[in-house]
């Protein structure tokens, strides 16, 4: 509510109290990097947002889409390229679609925690512990993963969220929008936080080629899609930063799209001085390099 109690109650100083990004070389030969990572969440993006929607059939096959069709195609792709990503998996999508979720897990590459039910993480919400623990649990049980990585669903994030992740063992984040560059998270208590790899809002697939009866958006052609990706990369290789990718199978995993993906990482790959890596690769660079500078 906008009323000058609520606005009096704004605290006049950063969101984000993290020291600025520490400028580390790139591993060797390397000048920037891409942290190339998918999302997903399969019928849950939509049952996170209303939950009866799961009886809503239409709807749910948007999601339904990533297990018969999507994710198996985007395993193919990495596997033409010789690539290795970081898939952000809910624990919903996990016990709905186990054979999906260890397709990925075979195919060699890393699981992050995305959390449960997909629900938004947003300031006093009730649901974060269970939602973080029903996690970790299912990855822990169906895949015997313990995930040192986590992004946000729907991209939200709060204070109690930031401490509890440290507490039960996430290395690195992926969600804020505030950077080109990882840095390091510093908890309320002044206390080192989660390494963020912070994300490039560009590079979230949903907003450029998705639409819905429920998330309704224009889809964008191939051309403009490469040219806002090509320009955000080569941009960014010229700072020697990081992007990040946002990519989710019902998107990324349709036909159009995955031919404009595909297209888009044989351009990265052509790129010499751009690393392509996992998020658990990038955030151990980050740690050797500030443990050595300390
Ligand atoms: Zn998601």
Same mark, same amino acid.
């Given at each position: 509510?906008?009323?000058?109690?609520?606005?009096?109650?704004?605290p006049?100083?950063?969101?984000?109290?993290?020291?600025?990004?520490?400028?580390?070389?790139?591993?060797?030969?390397?000048?920037s990097?891409?942290?190339?990572?998918?999302?997903v969440?399969?019928?849950?993006?939509?049952?996170?947002?209303?939950?009866?929607?799961? $009886?809503?059939?239409?709807?749910?096959?948007?999601?339904?889409?990533?297990?018969?069709v999507?994710?198996?195609k985007?395993?193919?792709?990495?596997?033409?390229?010789?690539?290795?990503?970081?898939?952000?998996?809910?624990?919903?999508?996990? $016990?709905?679609?186990?054979?999906?979720?260890?397709?990925?897990?075979?195919?060699?590459?890393?699981?992050?925690?995305?959390?449960?039910?997909?629900?938004?993480?947003d300031?006093h919400?009730?649901?974060?512990?269970?939602?973080?623990e029903?996690?970790?649990?299912?990855?822990?049980?169906?895949l015997?993963?313990?995930?040192?990585?986590?992004?946000a669903?729907?991209?939200?994030?709060?204070?109690?969220?930031?401490?509890?992740?440290v507490?039960?063992?996430?290395?690195y984040?992926?969600?804020?929008?505030?950077?080109?560059?990882?840095?390091?998270?510093?908890?309320?208590?002044?206390?080192?936080?989660?390494i963020?790899?912070?994300?490039?809002?560009?590079?979230?697939?949903?907003?450029?080629?998705?639409t819905?009866r429920f998330?309704?958006?224009?889809?964008f052609?191939?051309?403009?899609?490469?040219?806002?990706w090509?320009?955000?990369?080569? !941009?960014?290789?010229?700072?020697g930063?990081?992007?990040?990718?946002?990519?989710?199978?019902?998107?990324?995993?349709?036909?159009?799209?995955?031919?404009?993906?595909? !297209?888009?990482?044989?351009?990265?790959?052509?790129?010499?001085?751009?690393?392509i890596?996992t998020?658990?690769?990038?955030?151990?660079?980050?740690?050797?390099? !500030?443990?050595?500078?300390?």
């Amino acid at each position: 509510m906008l009323d000058s109690k609520s606005l009096a109650g704004i605290p006049l100083r950063p969101a984000n109290a993290a020291a600025a990004a520490p400028i580390f070389p790139w591993p060797n030969p390397y000048g920037s990097a891409m942290f190339l990572s998918f999302d997903v969440d399969a019928e849950s993006a939509w049952t996170g947002k209303d939950p009866s929607h799961a $009886e809503r059939l239409v709807t749910m096959s948007f999601g339904g889409f990533e297990a018969r069709v999507g994710t198996p195609k985007l395993l193919e792709l990495m596997d033409q390229l010789g690539l290795r990503a970081t898939f952000f998996i809910t624990g919903w999508s996990v $016990e709905a679609h186990p054979a999906m979720a260890e397709s990925i897990m075979r195919a060699g590459h890393e699981i992050g925690h995305h959390g449960f039910h997909h629900l938004t993480p947003d300031p006093h919400d009730p649901f974060i512990q269970e939602e973080l623990e029903r996690g970790f649990e299912v990855l822990k049980r169906r895949l015997g993963v313990a995930p040192k990585g986590y992004r946000a669903p729907s991209g939200e994030f709060c204070e109690e969220l930031r401490s509890s992740l440290v507490r039960l063992g996430i290395t690195y984040t992926s969600s804020f929008r505030d950077d080109v560059r990882p840095y390091r998270h510093v908890l309320a208590n002044g206390a080192p936080g989660t390494i963020e790899l912070p994300v490039t809002a560009s590079y979230d697939d949903w907003l450029l080629g998705l639409t819905n009866r429920f998330s309704p958006r224009p889809i964008f052609p191939r051309e403009h899609v490469l040219s806002i990706w090509k320009d955000e990369l080569d !941009e960014t290789r010229d700072w020697g930063a990081m992007v990040t990718t946002v990519l989710h199978p019902q998107c990324s995993g349709r036909p159009m799209r995955l031919r404009l993906l595909r !297209e888009f990482l044989q351009y990265a790959q052509s790129c010499p001085d751009l690393w392509i890596a996992t998020g658990e690769e990038i955030a151990g660079h980050f740690a050797k390099h !500030e443990a050595a500078a300390a």
